[in-house]
């Protein structure tokens, strides 16, 4: 694709979603700087802080998603190196499903902490995505106010505190609980808690 000349360049971008063109910025910094060029749009990114071990990043493009989640904990796959940010990092293939679905896992030996590489993660897809909404899904995630995305997101189309995997309201703290309510700026607030 870099070998076309630019107006070539564009109106192949144009045939791809942004779900296949995040794939595609991992592959190459070449790739990336291009994409940067022309700041491909993307319907939404949903951040998932499920604990301050797992989180994750959802692109979503029409019906397409790309996925990432980053969790300490091992399995049998095999290990590669990426560089994401020019920083190598030690990652694990899980899972490889159709529509350019990816789910990445941190090894349980780097330094950085998982939600210290969801930000180069963000960092990465943020120079070159246009994302018309963001959401947010919390799950049991106590320090969730530490997170980065904070203060980078202005508004998010969805705030959601829930486990849909567990029926109970998840315990909150009120102090979290008011930060959600009057601190931060959303269209939908939707909340499964107790407050302890």
């Not at 490889?96 to 950085?112: A, D, W, Y």
């Not at 899904?137 to 705030?159: G, P, Q």
Request: hydrophobic share 40%; aromatic share 10%; proline share 2%.
């Amino acid at each position: 694709m870099l070998q076309y000349p630019l107006v070539v360049q564009e109106e192949i971008l144009h045939q791809m979603n942004a779900c296949q063109l995040t794939e595609l910025s991992f592959a190459s910094t070449r790739l990336k700087t291009m994409f940067q060029k022309f700041k491909i749009h993307a319907d939404c990114v949903t951040y998932q802080l499920v604990s301050s071990t797992d989180c994750g990043i959802e692109v979503k493009s029409g019906e397409n998603t790309f996925k990432i989640r980053i969790a300490r904990y091992w399995c049998n796959k095999s290990w590669s190196v990426w560089k994401i940010n020019g920083a190598k990092m030690l990652i694990n293939l899980l899972e490889r499903r159709e529509m350019s679905t990816e789910h990445l896992h941190q090894s349980g030996i780097s330094l950085k902490s998982e939600i210290s590489i969801l930000e180069e993660f963000n960092t990465h897809l943020m120079s070159f995505l246009k994302v018309e909404k963001f959401n947010i899904t919390i799950s049991y995630y106590e320090n969730f106010r530490d997170a980065f995305i904070w203060k980078i997101v202005e508004k998010f189309d969805l705030i959601k505190v829930d486990d849909e995997n567990e029926p109970e309201p998840i315990p909150i703290d009120l102090g979290n609980l008011k930060f959600l309510e009057e601190e931060v700026q959303n269209n939908k607030l939707y909340l499964n808690v107790r407050v302890v």
